[in-house]
């Protein structure tokens, strides 16, 4: 069984989805696990509903992804608070779909502000500790449209394959320190948004999965777990994709 008991981790955006079966499983592993959402109320009751149902230690911190002052408000308070984090969880992000050529300035910038920048502000403030620490494990939830695309993501596109690049550049700069850098790219994963498409578009994807099924929030929080792990202490730069196939 893998433990991570006197680790540290932080996931952003740990309210719902793929970031809360995240916190779940890092704080059945024996983490301190951070839950942070853009609603501080939001994230201190779900990190209540984890601790009831894990026995871990958690806490509850309002982080606005697209805020430069609240990633910085957010990492003052959890470091006088709880510690320097020994494991990071870059998951929070945002889309705003629509066609290329419709596509407006705001929802570009929005984009690439949230979903790049924000995950490069954050793990600039966070690996201060794990250099001292000389340990650290930084997760980057990329995407399978990183690298097939997908009509009416650009935007969405360019940000997730921006995190790949940033990823490996990362990778090398942080090895010399015992700090692995990897990310997962998901594919279809069940969330609120795929339970309400239309079949006729669930059917649509579907056909072009092998394994014919979504993915669940846990079998990406699965992976996660092992990255987290020193049972992946070797490998860094690297991209694992849950897609089922897909790609």
């Known amino acids: 069984m893998i433990s991570l008991s006197g680790k540290i981790a932080l996931v952003t955006g740990s309210t719902r989805g793929i970031g809360k079966a995240t916190a779940y499983?890092?704080?059945?592993a024996g983490a301190t696990v951070i839950v942070t959402g853009r609603s501080e109320d939001r994230a201190?009751?779900?990190?209540?509903?984890?601790?009831?149902?894990?026995?871990?230690?958690?806490?509850?911190?309002?982080?606005?992804?697209?805020?430069?002052?609240?990633?910085?408000?957010?990492?003052?308070?959890?470091n006088e608070e709880v510690g320097s984090v020994d494991i990071l969880v870059n998951n929070a992000g945002v889309n705003r779909d629509t066609l290329f050529?419709?596509?407006?300035?705001?929802?570009?910038?929005?984009?690439?502000?949230?979903?790049?920048?924000?995950t490069f502000l954050v793990t600039q403030l966070v690996v201060k500790g794990m250099l001292k620490k000389r340990w650290g494990r930084v997760i980057n939830m990329s995407s399978v449209v990183a690298f097939i695309g997908n009509?009416?993501?650009?935007?969405?596109s360019a940000a997730k394959a921006g995190l790949?690049?940033?990823?490996k550049t990362l990778?090398?700069?942080?090895?010399?320190?015992?700090?692995?850098?990897?990310?997962i790219a998901p594919g279809f994963i069940e969330t609120d948004m795929t339970e309400n498409l239309p079949e006729?578009?669930?059917?649509?994807?579907?056909?072009?999965?092998?394994?014919?099924?979504?993915?669940?929030?846990?079998?990406?929080?699965?992976?996660?777990?092992?990255?987290?792990?020193?049972?992946?202490?070797?490998m860094t730069g690297e991209v694992i994709h849950v897609n089922g196939g897909l790609f």
């Open 171 to 183: 990778a090398k700069e942080l090895a010399p320190r015992n700090i692995t850098v990897n990310a």
């Open 151 to 156: 009509v009416g993501q650009a935007n969405y």
């Open 44 to 78: 201190k009751e779900v990190a209540k509903e984890i601790a009831g149902n894990t026995k871990a230690n958690t806490y509850g911190v309002g982080l606005d992804i697209g805020s430069k002052e609240s990633i910085e408000e957010a990492l003052r308070k959890i």
């Open 164 to 167: 790949v690049g940033f990823t």
């Open 25 to 28: 499983k890092l704080a059945e």
């Open 200 to 234: 006729e578009i669930k059917q649509g994807f579907l056909s072009q999965i092998p394994m014919n099924r979504f993915g669940t929030a846990e079998d990406v929080a699965n992976v996660v777990l092992f990255i987290a792990s020193d049972l992946s202490s070797y």
């Open 101 to 118: 050529i419709r596509m407006k300035y705001e929802d570009w910038d929005e984009i690439i502000r949230v979903n790049l920048t924000g």
